[in-house]
């Protein structure tokens, strides 16, 4: 089911996409996630984090798990999950595992272990918030992040990175800096820590740190849907439509939002509510049945991060003029 949000003059629509995800046997499974770490956030819980896997086709998921046990399944833009309900001064061990948009299931990736801290009795002060947060971009991809130590009357175990209002990255309770990774070039990100301590009480944001990646040598066109053609159509109604095709940007995880702008000026958000299509994408809107008249169009993804991504090529288009 995709989902079409239209702006300004044009109409509503709801329409169905049977794309669902097949089972053929072409491609391979996923490799195993690497770079996986897990760091307790408190006496109950355990962050584990790891770096995307790139596939063809696109990974949908990840599995944790703890153990010989999946514990939680995330979607595949995620790279970090809070396990929580844990007992507290437990050793834990846990695995990721990858799988594509075909339902291959991956191997593996390497044990990594970390040891909730013991339980604290009724505790409801949370730390001192984090200060002096300040930072640097590193590259086109990722920035350095350091701040002072918050205060706490028992033990600060862990501080929480926030991109925005998404937690984003943890780390240890006796770390003030760290490196945020997996973001893209040329882009105004805002960033905030918090601080908790073992009875998972979190201490207040200071105030956000915004900083800009370096624009990279891609321009960041890697994140603008390819393949952009656009054609104009006299359909039986009478009527002028557009008839739009693309190929995904290959990101970390999964595209379901466009937005569509016409002639400057944003017409469309279409929103795949299922498994959005694989390779290329189709869509037709309504561009009014008087003949002649010159569009130009293009669009581009909202990406697993929440961003939008780089526009397409613009394409001009005039009715009754066949493509």
């Known amino acids: 089911m995709r989902r079409v949000v239209l702006c300004g003059p044009v109409l509503a629509l709801a329409l169905t996409c049977g794309c669902a995800a097949g089972g053929g046997d072409e491609g391979r499974a996923p490799g195993a996630p690497t770079g996986v770490t897990a760091e307790a956030g408190s006496a109950t819980s355990v962050h ?19 153990g010989g046990t999946k514990v939680a399944e995330v979607p595949g833009s ?10 507290p001064g437990t050793a834990y061990v846990f695995t990721v595992r990858a799988r594509d948009t075909d339902g291959r299931l991956g191997p593996e990736s390497r044990q990594v272990r970390a040891t909730t801290p013991a339980a604290v009795a009724a505790d409801r002060s949370a730390p001192t918030r984090p200060g002096g947060l300040t930072g640097r971009a590193a590259g086109s991809r990722a920035v350095q992040l350091s701040w002072s130590a918050s205060t706490d009357d028992r033990k600060v175990v862990s501080y929480d990175v926030y991109q925005g209002g998404t937690k984003v990255h943890s780390v240890g309770g006796g770390q003030t800096a760290t490196v945020v990774t997996g973001l893209r070039p040329g882009t105004r990100y805002s960033f905030t820590v918090r601080a908790r301590d ?15 990646t370096a624009p990279g040598t891609d321009g960041n066109t890697d994140t603008a849907p390819s393949g952009f053609r656009a054609t104009a159509r006299l359909d039986a109604d009478g009527a002028y439509y557009l008839d739009l ?30 498994d959005p299509p694989r390779g290329r994408a189709t869509y037709s809107f309504y561009a009014g049945r008087e003949k002649g008249v010159e569009h130009r169009v293009r669009l581009r993804a909202r990406l697993p991060d929440g961003t939008w991504g780089a526009f397409s090529a613009l394409r001009t288009v005039t009715t009754g003029a066949g493509g």
């Open 245 to 274: 095709s693309w190929v995904a940007p290959r990101v970390d995880g999964v595209v379901t939002e466009y937005q569509i702008q016409l002639d400057g000026q944003p017409a469309t958000s279409l929103v795949w509510g299922g």
């Open 78 to 87: 995620a790279r970090m999950l809070d396990v929580v309900r844990l007992s």
């Open 198 to 212: 073992a009875a998972d009480n979190l201490s207040p944001a200071g105030p956000p740190l915004r900083l800009t």
């Open 48 to 66: 584990v984090m790891w770096n995307a896997v790139r596939g063809d086709p696109p990974v949908a998921a990840y599995e944790v798990h703890r």
